[in-house]
T-cell receptor, first 117, second 110 residues
Framework: GAVVSQHPSRVICKSGTSVKIECRSL??????MFWYRQFPKQSLMLMATSNEGSKATYEQGVEKDKFLINHASLTLSTLTVTSAHPEDSSFYICSAIVLAGNTGELFFGEGSRLTVL | QKEVEQNSGPLSVPEGAIASLNCTYSDRVSQSFFWYRQYSGKSPELIMSIYSNGDKEDGRFTAQLNKASQYVSLLIRDSQPSDSATYLC??????????WGAGTKLIIKP
């Protein structure tokens, strides 16, 4: 399958600081990437859809000023958690669509575990 | 609201037996269905995709789709302890977003 690389895999930061997570498609171009958040023992929650060259589309209840998404190229999308607080501690996962005709399959990065102290 | 339902489990299956995971969905026009496996602390990985009614086999995995009854299932033959994970069912929206089930935790007992 397609390879999506996410970095960093783990990050610990102090409350009030900002953290940037990178998501790269290594062997294909991704016009659309998705950012998910997953709390322990819960399912994936879509945060936003990131489109190359345009503004991200955020899901209801997700603060766009807090979770900044930039998709400046066909192989890179970034998520910046600004002024992080302990309640932002979670597992953040990016994914990208690989299109094949009228269908598409979603491949995930390795995930980034954020701990805010 | 479009929904994807899964039994959260845990589903406990003896090693070597067949594990059967089920998923129902609410949107009758859905066309694309996926099963992902997620190990604890890891991100999901795609196991199977299915788009047509019937069975689709890949190694020890068989996906079954019944659009009339709006369910999709995943069978794992000759279950191994390494199959122990949470299995997520997902249904594709028209804009390539996925609607996710909550996942079924599968435990394969040696």
């Amino acid at each position: 399958g397609a390879v999506v690389s996410q970095h960093p895999s783990r990050v610990i930061c102090k409350s009030g600081t900002s953290v940037k997570i990178e998501c790269r498609s290594l062997d294909f171009q991704a016009t659309t990437m998705f950012w998910y958040r997953q709390f322990p023992k819960q399912s994936l929650m879509l945060m936003a859809t990131s489109n190359e060259g345009s503004k991200a589309t955020y899901e209801q209840g997700v603060e766009k000023d807090k979770f900044l998404i930039n998709h400046a190229s066909l192989t890179l999308s970034t998520l910046t958690v600004t002024s992080a607080h302990p309640e932002d501690s979670s597992f953040y996962i990016c994914s990208a669509i690989v299109l094949a005709g009228n269908t598409g399959e979603l491949f995930f990065g390795e995930g980034s575990r954020l701990t805010v102290l | 609201q479009k929904e994807v339902e899964q039994n959260s489990g845990p589903l406990s299956v003896p090693e070597g037996a067949i594990a059967s995971l089920n998923c129902t969905y609410s949107d009758r026009v859905s066309q694309s269905f996926f099963w992902y496996r997620q190990y604890s602390g890891k991100s999901p990985e795609l196991i199977m995709s299915i788009y047509s009614n019937g069975d689709k086999e890949d190694g020890r995995f068989t996906a079954q789709l019944n659009k009339a009854s709006q369910y999709v299932s995943l069978l794992i033959r000759d279950s191994q302890p390494s199959d122990s994970a949470t299995y997520l069912c997902a249904v594709k929206e028209s804009n390539y977003q996925l609607i996710w089930g909550a996942g079924t935790k599968l435990i394969i007992k040696p």
